[in-house]
């Protein structure tokens, strides 16, 4: 939309304030509220000057003017608030040379779009993410010098079969790994799941479903694919209907990993393909349907995905999930419809729907660079011709100790993804797509959480050593 169409929308709906919002490089969505009075068409055209020194990762506090730049494509009333919001999405600029900003994610996920058109392999990059959540009615946690500690309930844990309530124990409730799918009331949130898809729609996100998860008090969203940046919105999008919605339920979202111990965890399975014009790149005659430009991109994807690991699995927790024996995918393998390699071929009703599933991500860390980051390791493999090696059809889960440490696997700890991001990230700097300054930025970055973590004594660290 022009900047003229964006105010007469803003007169029509009787908006009372713009919300600008932006995405730091953890993936936490940002914003700064605008009085409508202030907003005019060249406020939408040039932009605002925002301090940038006080997102991590970003300015210092001698250079922090930074422009918060609306991209008027898709602006959207807010749902949740009480005063008519009109919420846009922004790129960030440089306050001085007036370019992009080489460290905002979604000037990176711009860049890796771009990228493709010029490689001449493809028009389009299609994303569909799943991202998974859970849901909470009382969370605590602690973290002094002596003392550290967290507690989590949900009326839904098989943990409370036995725990007395005011008005009685119902009973209804999923096992563990028993929450896929049975109907009410053994699922009780179908109501406030239908609430997040109308959230949703709301805000012009096409969706498809909703159902429980396996776990208890972990659920999932279906969106309608996408390219690539307005995808990475649609996540962000979700994220903050969610966390919205859960909260005027009086319950807690989290889009955690591994919340809860001894279950399975919450991913982020992205389905992607490459499409040029109205021929979709992915279709072809090769293993399971798929064409050798896809087999190739799959191959880029295992080459690096240590390194994609630094976006993808950007928590400390996200390794806690990572782990055999709870649908984790953590080898470097493609199949078929397996859902216990990193990499699913899923069945579908055209062969035009032909597309890889890429199953180790979560929603924890930022989409944008997420999804870049897999887009340049799979425009790697087919500028590179990378072989992803043969396919694996069986249960990757039943395979014995020593053909295990034959395979490959993803990370085991948020260090050694950081590690090879270091290492690796040639692929990622092609074009200019991520800069090294970028990189660099972002490691000593997540370094700061992998310090915070590892110094600190756990609980079960006393458990284990306190009478050695």
């Given at each position: 939309?022009?900047?003229?169409?964006?105010?007469?929308?803003?007169?029509?709906?009787?908006?009372?304030?713009?919300?600008?919002?932006?995405?730091?490089?953890?993936?936490?969505?940002?914003?700064?509220?605008?009085?409508?009075?202030?907003?005019?068409?060249?406020?939408?055209?040039?932009?605002?000057?925002?301090?940038?020194?006080?997102?991590?990762?970003?300015?210092?506090?001698?250079?922090?003017?930074?422009?918060?730049?609306?991209?008027?494509?898709?602006?959207?009333?807010?749902?949740?608030?009480?005063?008519?919001?009109?919420?846009?999405?922004?790129?960030?600029?440089?306050?001085?040379?007036k370019d992009p900003y080489?460290?905002?994610?979604?000037?990176?996920?711009?860049?890796?779009?771009?990228?493709?058109?010029?490689?001449?392999?493809?028009?389009?990059?299609?994303?569909?993410?799943?991202?998974?959540?859970?849901?909470?009615?009382?969370?605590?946690?602690?973290n002094e010098m002596n003392?550290?500690?967290?507690?989590?309930?949900?009326?839904?844990?098989?943990?409370?079969?036995?725990?007395?309530?005011?008005?009685?124990?119902?009973?209804?409730?999923?096992?563990?790994?028993?929450?896929?799918?049975?109907?009410?009331?053994?699922?009780?949130?179908?109501?406030?799941?239908?609430?997040?898809?109308?959230?949703?729609?709301?805000?012009?996100?096409?969706?498809?479903?909703?159902?429980?998860?396996?776990?208890?008090?972990?659920?999932?969203?279906?969106?309608?694919?996408?390219?690539?940046?307005?995808?990475?919105?649609?996540?962000?999008?979700?994220?903050?209907?969610?966390?919205?919605?859960?909260?005027?339920?009086?319950?807690?979202?989290?889009?955690?990993?591994?919340?809860?111990?001894?279950?399975?965890?919450?991913?982020?399975?992205?389905?992607?393909?490459?499409?040029?014009?109205?021929?979709?790149?992915?279709?072809?005659?090769?293993?399971?349907?798929?064409?050798?430009?896809?087999?190739?991109?799959?191959?880029?994807?295992?080459?690096?995905?240590?390194?994609?690991?630094?976006?993808?699995?950007?928590?400390?927790?996200?390794y806690k999930r990572l782990?055999?024996?709870?649908?984790?995918?953590?080898?470097?393998?493609?199949?078929?419809?397996?859902?216990?390699?990193?990499?699913?071929?899923?069945?579908?009703?055209?062969?035009?729907?032909?597309?890889?599933?890429?199953?180790?991500?979560?929603?924890?860390?930022?989409?944008?660079?997420?999804?870049?980051?897999?887009?340049?390791?799979?425009?790697?493999?087919?500028?590179?011709?990378?072989?992803?090696?043969?396919?694996?059809?069986?249960?990757?889960?039943?395979?014995?100790?020593?053909?295990?440490?034959?395979?490959?696997?993803?990370?085991?700890?948020?260090?050694?993804?950081?590690?090879?991001?270091?290492?690796?990230?040639?692929?990622?700097?092609?074009?200019?797509?991520?800069?090294?300054?970028?990189?660099?930025?972002?490691?000593?970055?997540?370094?700061?959480?992998?310090?915070?973590?590892?110094?600190?004594?756990?609980?079960?660290?006393?458990?284990?050593?306190?009478?050695?």
């Amino acid at each position: 939309m022009s900047a003229s169409k964006i105010t007469k929308l803003m007169k029509d709906k009787e908006v009372e304030y713009v919300d600008l919002r932006f995405t730091d490089p953890r993936g936490k969505l940002q914003h700064l509220t605008m009085d409508s009075s202030v907003v005019d068409e060249e406020m939408l055209e040039k932009g605002v000057f925002f301090d940038g020194s006080s997102i991590a990762g970003w300015k210092a506090i001698n250079e922090s003017d930074m422009i918060l730049k609306p991209d008027l494509s898709r602006p959207i009333i807010d749902p949740f608030n009480s005063h008519t919001t009109l919420n846009i999405f922004c790129d960030i600029m440089d306050a001085v040379k007036k370019d992009p900003y080489g460290r905002d994610p979604r000037g990176t996920a711009k860049k890796a779009e771009a990228y493709l058109k010029k490689s001449d392999i493809g028009d389009k990059a299609y994303f569909g993410p799943e991202p998974e959540f859970f849901v909470f009615d009382d969370v605590r946690f602690k973290n002094e010098m002596n003392e550290t500690s967290f507690s989590i309930d949900s009326s839904e844990g098989p943990y409370n079969t036995g725990k007395k309530y005011e008005n009685g124990n119902l009973g209804h409730r999923p096992g563990i790994k028993g929450g896929y799918f049975p109907v009410p009331p053994v699922d009780s949130a179908q109501d406030m799941r239908s609430e997040y898809l109308k959230a949703l729609k709301d805000m012009g996100v096409k969706v498809e479903k909703h159902h429980h998860e396996v776990a208890p008090s972990q659920h999932e969203l279906g969106m309608y694919f996408g390219t690539l940046t307005d995808m990475a919105d649609n996540v962000q999008l979700y994220k903050y209907a969610v966390l919205m919605v859960t909260n005027s339920f009086g319950k807690s979202a989290t889009f955690m990993p591994k919340p809860v111990k001894g279950d399975n965890g919450s991913g982020m399975h992205c389905h992607q393909s490459i499409w040029k014009g109205n021929t979709p790149l992915f279709m072809g005659k090769e293993y399971a349907g798929l064409s050798k430009t896809a087999l190739h991109y799959i191959g880029g994807i295992l080459k690096h995905a240590k390194a994609i690991n630094a976006f993808s699995n950007a928590t400390t927790n996200s390794y806690k999930r990572l782990i055999p024996g709870f649908e984790a995918p953590v080898i470097l393998a493609y199949s078929a419809r397996n859902r216990s390699a990193s990499c699913r071929i899923p069945i579908t009703m055209s062969p035009k729907a032909a597309r890889m599933e890429i199953r180790f991500p979560d929603a924890a860390g930022n989409p944008y660079l997420t999804f870049a980051s897999m887009l340049m390791a799979g425009i790697d493999g087919i500028k590179n011709k990378i072989d992803p090696g043969k396919a694996f059809d069986k249960d990757l889960y039943t395979l014995g100790e020593d053909e295990v440490k034959k395979l490959p696997t993803v990370c085991g700890s948020l260090r050694e993804a950081m590690e090879s991001l270091d290492k690796d990230r040639k692929f990622l700097t092609q074009g200019g797509v991520f800069t090294d300054d970028q990189i660099d930025a972002y490691i000593d970055l997540k370094f700061q959480e992998i310090y915070k973590f590892e110094h600190t004594p756990h609980p079960i660290e006393f458990e284990m050593y306190y009478s050695q």
